[in-house]
């Protein structure tokens, strides 16, 4: 019973690089949901997917951030040209179903995140 | 716009002790769920508990209990019994419209022996 995965652990990259973060949620979740964490902070919200739809990308910066969830395949959180404000931890998270409900669908379970430093 | 709120940024309490974190909320929504994550050094997020605006029943899971007061829009994390593993950071979050949570900023906890 495989929880939620998220590859790589660790992204080390250059200012100017692009980097891809990947999710695999839990078997029988099909709605994904990307975070960020700075250090010493909460998580803030950055999109929300289901399979081949963007549903919410309110968090998501306007410029150089995007996200994917394909039909087949994980999620991909990717971010071009980084800069150094782009270090931080990303969480995928993944949930049963959409709908606002009880703990069963409302429950959100989380990767082990991708801590990215940009030089 | 829908806020969480945690005002302990540390806590240090001795082992075998009952320890409560707290959490305040601020939403006009009529149906919320709040959430407790825990986060440990490694940095992992692991779901504690779940508290939905309509249940009429304080949570509980095990050794974690949400003392849920609706009126005063706050829902704090009971653990009982401390032990040294629960040493870590704590999350309180809501949900916000139909799946997104918002987070506090958290509460590092310490067990001491």
């Known amino acids: 019973n495989a929880g939620v995965m998220q590859n790589p652990r660790h992204l080390v990259r250059r200012r100017g690089q692009e980097a891809r973060l990947r999710c695999s949620p839990m078997?029988?979740?099909?709605?994904v949901y990307w975070y960020r964490q700075l250090p010493e902070e909460g998580l803030k919200f950055m999109v929300y997917l289901q399979k081949e739809n963007i549903i919410d990308e309110s968090g998501m910066p306007k410029e150089r951030f995007s996200a994917e969830f394909p039909k087949e395949g994980p999620s991909i959180l990717r971010i071009q040209q980084v800069v150094r404000g782009d270090s931080a931890a990303y969480f995928c998270a993944s949930s049963p179903r959409g709908l606002a409900g009880g703990p069963f669908t409302d429950t959100q379970y989380f990767g082990p995140g991708t801590r990215l430093t940009v030089l | 716009a829908q806020k969480i709120t945690q005002t302990q940024p540390g806590m240090f309490v001795q082992e075998k002790e009952a320890v409560t974190l707290d959490c305040t909320y601020d939403?006009?929504?009529?149906?919320?769920?709040l959430f407790w994550y825990k986060q440990p050094s490694s940095g992992e997020m692991i779901f504690l508990i779940y508290q939905g605006s309509y249940d009429q029943q304080n949570a509980t899971e095990g050794r974690y209990s949400l003392n849920f007061q609706k009126a005063r829009k706050s829902a704090n994390l009971v653990i009982s019994a401390s032990q040294l593993g629960d040493s870590a950071m704590y999350f309180c979050?809501?949900?916000?419209?139909?799946?997104?949570?918002?987070f506090g900023q958290g509460t590092r906890l310490t067990i001491n022996p």
């Open positions: 979050a809501m949900r916000q419209g139909a799946q997104k949570l918002v």
């Open positions: 078997k029988g979740h099909s709605h």
């Open positions: 939403t006009s929504d009529p149906s919320y769920g």
